[in-house]
Nanobody
Framework: QVQLVESGGGLVQAGGSLRLSCAAS????????VGWVRQAPGKEREFVAA????????YYTNSVKGRFTISRDNAKNTVYLQMNSLKPEDTAVYYC????????????????WGQGTQVTVSS
């Protein structure tokens, strides 16, 4: 199983940027699709972005397209989420998740989760 640790969250003003990192341990990470999922207070978890095992395919929820970019460096066992033009509605705990699948699909099962990192966007 893959162990995941997120970092990079914080407090930022609307319009600002943050870069989240997800550091992984486990030999299967480089063959895993990885995603970011967020949960705002009082709301269900929401898919944000995902990247295939080689990084050749990326997927985004509509509300972050054009603002967020997911990438990965398998040599460093790390996945990144660059978040630009942040809005107050992006405020949430952001979780990194890994799957035994190599590519993302709507029915993907996330097998491993990080502990989450808080992102707060002030207006």
């Amino acid at each position: 199983q893959v162990q995941l640790v997120e970092s990079g969250g914080g407090l930022v003003q609307a319009g600002g940027s943050l870069r989240l990192s997800c550091a992984a341990s486990g030999r299967t990470f480089s063959s895993s699709a990885v995603g970011w999922v967020r949960q705002a207070p009082g709301k269900e978890r929401e898919f944000v972005a995902a990247i295939s095992w080689r990084g050749s395919s990326t997927y985004y929820t509509n509300s972050v397209k054009g603002r967020f970019t997911i990438s990965r460096d398998n040599a460093k066992n790390t996945v990144y989420l660059q978040m630009n033009s942040l809005k107050p509605e992006d405020t949430a705990v952001y979780y990194c998740a890994a799957s035994s699948s190599r590519v993302y699909s709507d029915s993907i099962a996330w097998n491993s989760w990080g502990q989450g990192t808080q992102v707060t966007v002030s207006s």
